[in-house]
């Protein structure tokens, strides 16, 4: 009995080695401290370099610099237990310094005991989905600009028109003190067209790092671009605004989520409604860290129940022709960027219809961390 358990034991052995050597993903068991000790030939293919090569190396020093302390301190936290397992998505170099995409999945092998002993990793190559990712962005935002231009045609049409009658009735006046009233009219419709041009400007800056910002100032910035359309199609704005703390993100970015989401509430009410935006300070509830709550909220269609279970799908639009489909699958990558989660609530029936997108920031995000994306009652 004893030597048929052995036999079937190492028959198992040899049906794991098997499953390891011919497994289509790569698989790699490292020490505790990222060293490798095993690959198996779809992990070294990924990663162009020999089980020699990679016997000197460690899952750090393979990793692209831009992503090595995110993926440090993943790893740290799986070491000391916190988590049971992860996955992550980096970037590794090969030996003639071409990076490519990885989604790497994390955890741990212990012993008898229950002690950690090795890491082991599963890892895929998803250069071809980022790249095809990143066109889409491109595609997306070059469809941002265009409606962009739009408003801004519109919101500047409006005060150069009010300067060409102003200037009218200046010429009509019998002299300098009565034409001064006009004038002061009219300097003050420049400014408004100069306050939206120095908007547009900032719209799509794009920054290196980071920076504090002042999440009150950036939402007005955005809302004085629509202020022509809420007027247009007769949309009543309440704006709610708290003393907030600074948020540390990428201001063009959290621009584009606005718009989009002010956009998106605008084209729910084509005849007309309110639109309730409101800024406050807010506890991250996962960490307890204080944030910033942004809620923008319409009395527009509202959605179906398959509509929301969709809207975060790449190409899905209720919008038709006029709709990519990307924006909100956008939206949720940046938030993700950032940190934040994005809870939705909509109602699509007789009695009452209207969709409000709330949105939580932590004060500092960890790049990389996990977007929830919740549908409240």
Known sequence: MQRQTVARSRIGEDRIREAFEYAASGLAIT????????????????????????????????????DRENCRLHLDRLVSG??????????????????IWVRNSFSLLKDDSGKPTHIILICNDITERRRAEQMLLEREKLAAVGQLATSIAHEINNPLEAVQ??????????????????????????????????HTLQFHKQQAKPA?????VLLESVLSLFKGKLTAAKVALKLEKNDTPELICYPGEIRQVLANL????????????????????STDWRTGSQGVRITVAD???????????????PFFTTKGTQGTGLGLWI????????????HLRSKNTVVASGTAFTLIFPMTGEEGEVLERQELP
């Open 331 to 342: 939206t949720a990558g940046i938030l993700a960027k950032h940190s934040a989660s994005i």
């Open 31 to 66: 020490s505790l401290d990222g060293c490798f000790q095993e690959t198996n030939p779809a992990y070294r293919e990924i990663v162009k370099r020999s089980q020699q090569e990679l016997d000197e190396e460690s899952i750090l020093s393979i990793t692209h610099e831009a």
């Open 262 to 281: 002010i956009r998106n509430a605008l084209e729910a009410m084509p005849d007309g409604g309110r639109l309730r935006v409101r800024v406050r300070p």
């Open 82 to 99: 916190k988590v049971p397992s992860f996955v992550l998505e980096k970037r590794y170099v090969r030996p003639d310094g071409d990076a």
């Open 299 to 313: 009395t527009g269609y509202g959605m179906t129940q398959e509509t929301r279970r969709r809207i975060y799908d």
């Open 165 to 198: 009658n102003i200037l009218f009735l200046a010429r009509g006046s019998k002299n300098l003190e009565d034409a001064q009233p006009f004038l002061a009219q009219a300097e003050g419709e420049i400014q408004r067209a100069s306050e939206i041009a120095s």
């Open 212 to 216: 504090p910002t002042n999440v009150t």
